[in-house]
């Protein structure tokens, strides 16, 4: 199933290419961790032929408690992004969440995401699909594959082409997510990119009562499963440090893990397209 194929930056997705990576820490907590970061997942994606695209969050507006570490903002935020693709070349996605937001964003990023808390939100949609950037839309955990389809026809008629469809689970009782791959290819079917977003896959929505919790021990087995399946690319958060992180520690990965893991998804795509 051969899906759209666009430039985010420098690098593509979609239209049967190399898998994607999208990856870096949940939210900036120091130049110092996104440097790491950055750089470190640069050297991983060379050597395995990989496009990527670095990815952290200037402010998470959907933090489990009100005493939670949110980020810099969205000025110090986008300085810190800018100085990520001056310094190492790579091209840059963040959350966007108010619609006055996007145009400013976009000044910067090479992509904008919105988070699967606000997928339906039309005032938000339409404001990233007129900057006529790539827009990543995480379906979100209380909508099925089968209504994603509504979501597209919003960006389209707000003038976007650029869409990638991201997949990270769906709420299953209390403080639990689960991934139905079936969405995948479900979500393949309307033509567009999709993206599967491992590690909040893994979250356990205020699961630790005052923070969200996860599950970083099945990051390795989900991600095979996805590429069995078959995805244009991968969304995880990745830290030096995740024991260390101020948001979604739980659930990112080691940047120690992340060659290793992605060396075995490529293995298994090619397996899987025979």
């Avoid at 950055?38 to 990989?50: H, P, Q």
């Avoid at 949110?70 to 996605?93: C, F, Q, S």
């Avoid at 979604?248 to 940047?255: F, H, I, R």
Wanted: hydrophobic residues 45%.
């Amino acid at each position: 199933m051969t899906t759209k194929r666009f430039k985010i930056g420098n690098v593509e997705v979609g239209g049967g290419g190399p898998m994607l990576v999208i990856a870096g820490p949940c939210v900036i907590e120091s130049s110092a961790v996104v440097d790491e970061t950055a750089a470190g997942l640069k050297e991983i994606c060379a050597r395995l032929g990989l496009p990527l695209v670095f990815k952290s969050s200037y402010d998470k507006a959907n933090r489990t408690s009100l005493d939670s570490f949110r980020g810099p903002g969205m000025d110090d935020g986008l300085r810190v992004l800018a100085h990520v693709k001056a310094t190492y070349g790579l091209p840059i996605i963040t959350d966007v969440h108010e619609p006055d937001h996007a145009s400013v964003v976009a000044e910067v990023a090479d992509a904008l995401q919105i988070p699967a808390f606000l997928c339906r939100q039309t005032d938000l949609i339409t404001a990233c699909a007129i900057t006529d950037k790539p827009v990543n839309i995480k379906k979100g955990q209380f909508l099925s594959p089968w209504d994603m389809p509504n979501v597209i026809r919003k960006f389209v008629a707000s003038g976007g082409e650029r869409l990638m469809l991201t997949e990270r689970g769906t709420a299953f009782g209390y403080n639990n997510l689960v991934v139905d791959f079936r969405g995948l290819p479900v979500m393949r079917s309307y033509g567009y990119p999709v993206i599967f977003d491992l590690t909040h896959s893994l979250q356990l929505p205020g699961g630790q009562g005052t923070s969200s919790g996860g599950q970083r021990e099945f990051a390795a087995p989900m991600l095979r499963a996805a590429a069995a399946v078959g995805i244009d690319g991968v969304f995880m958060e990745v830290h030096p440090d995740p024991d260390k992180a101020l948001c979604d520690g739980p659930n990112m990965v080691a940047l120690r893990d992340v060659e290793a893991m992605l060396r075995t998804a490529i293995a298994v795509a090619e397996a899987a397209r025979g």
